[in-house]
């Protein structure tokens, strides 16, 4: 990726001895692979250890002091170490300077940032960062885009602002899911500053958000007047009419959910029927909104949503009280049962929604941008990503079980909880959701499968979305249960995040390719990054940087038209 090479028609084999622990060695095998490439040797005198990150940078391992002493035992007398690591703790939890370590056993380090700065040191070439570039100039959306936008957002906050009036106790409420606040007020924010896209956006989901709330509301109201509830009575409350009230109204909501369901798939049918011709099976939940834009249109579809409203939607029934639990639980877990059971149903109506209002939105966005063609590459670069991810995934998965297992004192007796609490996260969850849904597009694309693939460009997009969405997520879950860090290891990997991003964003708008997603994930990750959202913020940093990319890899301006 940083040579815009997919490496099509190469195959690379690592074997490693022994039992590998972590992503330590990330940094120094993908530095021997480029070296391989350019035939290059590695010299004997050195070593490296720190994991790689999506956009390059060098992330912080543990057990420094112990490799160092292994490297100069060893005869190492250079040791690339990641760039944010001084003091560090040594098996016994005692504190370590590396820099005195290093002293001691007479060892030359390097502190590297990147795989690039690593790669020029190693080698004796040239390091240049990156030039200056105008965030404004960069992200500036052309008049037919705008022209697009603003009337679909000024609609949907006048909506918004009926409903306010409508139903003034909807405007406190927090949030369905992340993502889909209710919040006009952050719309606004992204629209006074001209981030018209993530205002739009912002807008649109908490229009469906209040949607949601209320269909669900009304769904409670019929079912508690059904069973002659009245909320007034406390006492009712406490007593075991409760326990059995909260076991209907589970079995209500989820006969709701199938009802939901069933019309969604039957409509999504409909349309994609259609579109190619009866007959045909529903392959696939991706659908292209206008015939002859799928290439484009698959840039804006969010297809990351509805993976993430489905991984969300398993986390609460994972997390769903047992009945036999029920009959023995406090007051205050009964409470907490009916707030999950709400949320429940909140998010069934919200997962189940109607898309065409969106996909007129987008079909309409599409065509405002000007037409691209995937060139020769496009399927490439969409297996490379696919590696990407999975390997990101199975990093991702070991070392956080290795991280709780280590927390909890014992692999053996922890196990159980580890899994469960792996299974339960919903950041975690989302990851390994989006997994699976990489795999099925993946599987989509290839050319052996006997699976119909009727829009393939379609599905190459699609499927790339939801690779470096899992990649990203992948890849943020190490940093959070990754090594102990210091104080400004983050706010690096947020500046280098966002350097690329800013990079690869603007050589996309310098080649005429339109990169929406890819700009709406850098003006989000801005804002974000000024508020409590680091942790989202580098990971929508990472997603804009690797989809233009990609962008750039995959399409060429249609000159034709």
Known sequence: MLRGDTMHGTTITVEFSGNVDGPSAGGVTCLAILSAIDGLPLPDDFAMTGTILPDGTI??????????????????????????????????????????????????????ENIAEAYAILHNKPYQSGKHINIRSMTKLSREVEDVLLPF?????????????????????????????????????????????PATLQIFHTWQAWEAWEKSDKFLDKFLEKNNVDWSKIQYLREYHFRKLLLAFRNACDKEGETL??????????????????????YHGYFPFEKGLGEITAQLEPVSREVEFLARLQ?????????????????KELDEVSRTEQSLLRLLYLAARENSELDKFLGKLGKALPRLHANSRAEEVERLFYSASCAANSVAGDNFQDFMSVKAGSALKEETAVKKEWQDNPFISFTVEMQRQALEDHSLLNPDSTKPLYNRAYHVQASLKSQISALTLASAVLVIYGADQSNDF??????????????????CVTAGIPCLPAICDFETA????????????????????????????????????
């Open 315 to 331: 986390v609460l029934f994972n997390t769903r009280m047992p009945e036999k639990e029920m009959n023995m639980a406090s007051e």
């Open 59 to 112: 992330g912080v391992v543990g057990g420094i002091p112990e490799k160092m002493r292994g490297a100069a035992k060893a005869g190492v007398k250079r040791l690339f170490v990641p760039a944010f690591l001084r003091i560090c703790k040594n098996y016994k939890g005692e504190e370590v300077d590396v820099s005195r370590l290093a002293d001691e056993l007479n060892l030359k380090l390097f502190r590297v």
């Open 490 to 507: 983050i706010p690096h990997l947020l500046r280098n995040a966002r350097e690329a991003a800013i990079q690869n964003i603007s050589d």
């Open 526 to 561: 801005e804002n974000d990054q000024n508020g409590a959202g680091v942790f989202k913020s580098l990971a929508a940093y990472w997603r804009a940087s690797l989809y233009s990319k990609a962008l750039l890899m995959s399409f060429k301006q249609d000159k034709s038209n």
């Open 261 to 282: 369901f069933e019309k969604k798939d039957k409509k999504q049918l409909s349309f994609f029927q259609k579109l190619f011709g009866k007959g045909h099976d529903k």
């Open 153 to 197: 957002y000024r609609e949907l906050s006048q909506k918004v602002a009926e409903k306010i009036k409508q139903y003034p106790d909807l405007k406190p409420y927090p949030a369905i899911m992340d993502g889909y606040e209710l919040s006009p007020a952050l719309a606004r924010d992204f629209y006074q500053e001209g981030k018209l896209l």
